[in-house]
């Protein structure tokens, strides 16, 4: 039964590894503004635009 | 009441910008129709940069450009100290300035924006942000500057807004974003907790062994670590912040239950006696935090402590030895000669020494009507200047004129208390009945000799009642009704101003942009009727004054080919007269021209005399906003309402057709004796006020009452310091807000009572010393979400039932 310690701890870290990518997302400025990549997904490509974000 | 505005005849509207188009003359490229030259420059502009998929995404999706921006506006940006203070960062190569543009409004202008390089050329990068309304440009010094860069946005028709407001206060500008960190670190604790819980939980008949037994207590406890002392921390930094204050807010109950449900697990796993409650409090940690967010989820974009800084320009043109230099407002001295254009707002108090003043102080005073003033007169600051270019001799810096000396009256430089909302009344009760129960609880099976029981009971009575659902409730029906006023566009600082709202009972109005309109009046004709000649002849004499009401007698009278007018005289505040092709005409108050007022209706009245005989008079009055009268109909019922303007009593029968003969009016107020008047209701009649405004002479008013609510005209127009903004336009639904607010109250109370059934169940077995983490941990996610559920529900549902739903 004691492998359900080594599964545990996977499964915690694979949590964790989400939680990070969230203080990641986070940090990145995600969730500061909820409406305008919503919008930008919207626009053709054709604009030139040299804009990465 | 008048409605109609008489001024248009066609219905073509503006390609650009969706307005009306009303001139006469058309504005055209082709088939698209523009209501000014403004709109067609911008067209223009973006059409030559291929540019015009910015009317494809939204039908006329531009901002009306009526008011032309002249060329040499933005001089000052040039000046390297005030370039300083507006921009992020530089390097000399590269530079990072965010503009605050409150016309963004759809995804056109998102689209526009992000495509700035395009029409210039040396911007790097543009990103909007959307909720703040912010757009951030890094551009690069060599192709261009700040000063252009303004410009090109100005161009297209979005004109950053600078103020001094943004230049004192840059550093306030920071996104936090420790709630979204807290709540990710107690979902992730919580969850966890709780998988492993359950594998404890199921196991009753089958125990686990005791190594793995071991693994999950520690387990646990490391994971509650992070929620008790980081997720959590807001509710301990409040409860403490409340007994240093000596009071008990709701925050205590809280903090106390989550620190003895704390050390009562720790106590159970070490001793191995019990599973804990870990995963209950991080439980309700997550729920709490999750409401907490949703109640502070504010409009980014609108700002609710404006002062008079925001109002007022950036820089002055000063003249010296007949030298202008662009001067930022807080270096301009007694005595400077600055310069003031068209559509500028004064920002000092000064004397007039050359041009045509014709300034607007419906903002400040509230008066409708533009005022002349004549060469050595005093000019307030804050006021804007409609016609023309003058120069004024400063007699009061910006920081000690009249206007400014309101904002240093106590109301403004006292502290916001922290006020004690009535749930934390309740949370202060709460706390003493939770006490006695398990103290009393306690003390019976002490006096039985149970001591194990005795502490079980105390222990788990203070888990298990845990106001956690009053919280809850409070925070979720409020967060679900700022959003739904929100999407009524009703905008709201915070959330408890939902529970001042519903408390209040007398409603204050000003009259100037709130119950009228600012920029309309209505004019009309009444009397003889005119001959197309007379009509000429009157046109003619009111086109050589430039007193308002002449203004728009020529307007309504809309004549082009004008007769010369001799011996033309004007008499101020009276009247005109002149002779034009030998006929005497004499227009102005009845006095002046002699004779008596054809009606008894209300406004302000121009009697019209031509060759010894009184034709009629025009009758000028404000345009109500639509919907106003039965709004107040339907507030009189519940509140007691007061009028209170700064303007003259020309419209007191209006008003007193609208009000009713019980309710107060008064006229002729300065900012200061509205402010005045709030606190008389407050402490001599005791009554809980809301004031409704729109000016900067209401500030003080509306900072002052309970609630203040500022009248917003469009999206981009600028309300002072308040607790809320309404749109204009939803102003008659003023009064479903109140209901709803009130609602709400039911509804937290409601709740509040269903949780107090879970409570009591928990409590049930909590005093009998049985309470087992089992039970808790199926009572504690059932009332949260079933109270996250009602509320929802329940707000909902009494919005559908005022029509408050889209």
């Known amino acids: 039964m004691s492998v359900i310690i080594i599964l545990l701890l996977v499964s915690i870290s694979i949590a964790g590894g989400f939680l990070i990518a969230f203080f990641w997302s986070v940090n990145d400025g995600q969730y500061d503004d909820d409406t305008s990549p919503a919008q930008r997904i919207l626009f053709d490509n054709k604009k030139i635009n040299t804009n990465k974000k | ?806």
């Open chain 2, 1 to 806: 009441m008048i409605y109609d505005k008489n001024i248009s005849h066609q219905k073509t509207t503006c390609f650009h910008c969706g307005d009306e188009c009303t001139t006469n003359k058309k504005i055209s490229i082709g088939e698209k129709y523009f209501c000014c030259n403004g709109c067609k420059t911008v067209y223009e502009i973006l059409n030559e940069n291929d540019l015009c998929e910015y009317y494809e995404l939204n039908a006329s999706p531009g901002i009306e450009q009526k008011n032309t921006i002249r060329k040499d506006k933005f001089e000052f940006l040039d000046n390297l100290e005030i370039k300083q203070k507006l921009i992020q960062f530089t390097d000399n190569k590269t530079t990072q300035v965010i503009f605050y543009l409150p016309q963004i409004h759809c995804s056109s202008c998102l689209w526009l924006l992000e495509s700035i390089n395009i029409v210039d050329k040396g911007i790097i990068k543009a990103t909007v942000n959307f909720t703040k309304k912010e757009l951030f440009i890094t551009y690069n010094e060599a192709d261009t500057s700040l000063r252009k860069v303004v410009e090109t946005l100005t161009k297209i028709g979005y004109e950053p807004h600078l103020s001094l407001q943004d230049i004192d206060s840059k550093e306030a500008n920071k996104t936090d974003r420790t709630r979204w960190y807290k709540i990710g670190v107690a979902g992730f604790c919580f969850a966890n907790i709780m998988m492993v819980s359950i594998a404890d939980y199921v196991s009753i008949n089958n125990p686990v062994e005791y190594k793995i037994k071991i693994f999950f207590s520690l387990l646990c406890v490391v994971l509650s670590l992070p929620v008790l002392f980081y997720a959590a921390n807001e509710f301990f930094i409040a409860a403490w912040n409340g007994i240093k204050n000596k009071y008990l807010n709701i925050d205590f109950p809280v903090a106390l239950a989550l620190v003895i449900t704390f050390t009562r697990s720790i106590y159970e796993l070490s001793t191995g006696t019990g599973n804990g409650y870990l995963d209950s409090m991080s439980g309700i940690v997550f729920f709490m935090l999750i409401g907490r967010w949703l109640q502070s989820r504010t409009y980014k974009s609108i700002s609710f402590d404006r002062d008079y800084k925001s109002f007022f320009p950036i820089a002055l043109n000063v003249i010296n030895n007949g030298k202008i230099t662009p001067t930022e407002i807080s270096q301009v001295k007694k005595n400077d000669i600055i310069q003031v254009y068209s559509n500028d707002i004064i920002p000092v108090d000064a004397i007039l020494s050359k041009g045509n003043a014709k300034i607007d102080y419906s903002f400040v005073s509230g008066e409708s009507l533009p005022i002349h003033i004549n060469k050595g007169e005093l000019i307030y600051a804050g006021g804007k200047q409609l016609d023309g270019l003058l120069e004024l001799i400063v007699l009061k810096e910006a920081s000690q004129s009249y206007l400014t000396n309101l904002w240093n009256n106590a109301t403004f430089t006292k502290k916001q208390k922290t006020k004690a909302t009535i749930y934390d009344l309740i949370g202060k009760y709460f706390t003493y009945v939770v006490l006695a129960i398990g103290f009393g609880s306690g003390l019976f099976w002490y006096m039985l000799g149970e001591k194990t029981l005795m502490w079980n009971a105390i222990t788990t009575v203070l888990i298990v009642a845990c106001p956690c659902a009053l919280l809850l409730s409070q925070n979720y029906t409020n967060g679900n009704i700022l959003r739904i006023f929100g999407l009524n566009k009703f905008y709201l600082r915070a959330a408890d101003v939902i529970d001042d709202i519903s408390k209040i009972n007398h409603i204050v109005l000003d009259k100037t942009g709130t119950i009228t309109e600012t920029k309309n009046a209505t004019i009309k004709y009444t009397g003889n009727q005119l001959s197309e000649e007379n009509k000429i002849t009157i046109a003619s004499l009111a086109n050589q004054s430039s007193h308002p009401a002449s203004k728009l007698i020529v307007d309504f009278l809309n004549i082009s080919n004008l007769h010369h007018v001799d011996n033309y005289k004007e008499t101020e505040g009276a009247g005109i007269e002149g002779w034009i092709n030998e006929q005497h005409i004499k227009i102005g108050s009845k006095n002046y021209v002699g004779g008596e007022y054809f009606s008894t209706n209300n406004g302000t009245k121009v009697v019209v005399y031509i060759d010894g005989k009184i034709l009629g008079e025009f009758i000028i009055s404000n345009v109500y906003r639509i919907g106003i009268s039965e709004l107040i109909q339907g507030l009189k019922k519940r509140f007691k309402i007061s009028l209170i303007s700064g303007d003259n009593d020309s419209e007191l029968k209006n008003i007193k057709n609208i009000l009713g003969d019980n309710s107060e009016i008064l006229f002729n107020q300065s900012p200061q004796q509205k402010l005045d008047y709030i606190k008389y209701l407050q402490n001599g009649l005791l009554q809980k006020v809301m004031m409704i405004g729109d000016g900067l002479n209401d500030a003080g008013a509306l900072k002052q009452s309970e609630v203040g609510i500022a009248v917003a005209d469009t999206k981009n127009s600028f309300t002072p310091s308040s607790d809320g903004v309404i749109d204009a336009s939803v102003l008659p639904k003023l009064n479903v807000f109140i209901q709803l607010a009130q609602a709400g109250k039911n509804i937290i109370f409601l709740t509040f009572c269903i949780s107090a059934i879970y409570n009591i169940i928990g409590l049930y077995f909590a005093v009998q010393g049985i309470l087992s983490p089992v039970i808790a941990a199926i009572l504690m996610p059932c009332s949260s979400i079933s109270i996250i559920l009602l509320t929802y529900g329940l707000t909902e549902m009494y919005a559908r039932k005022l029509h408050l739903n889209k």
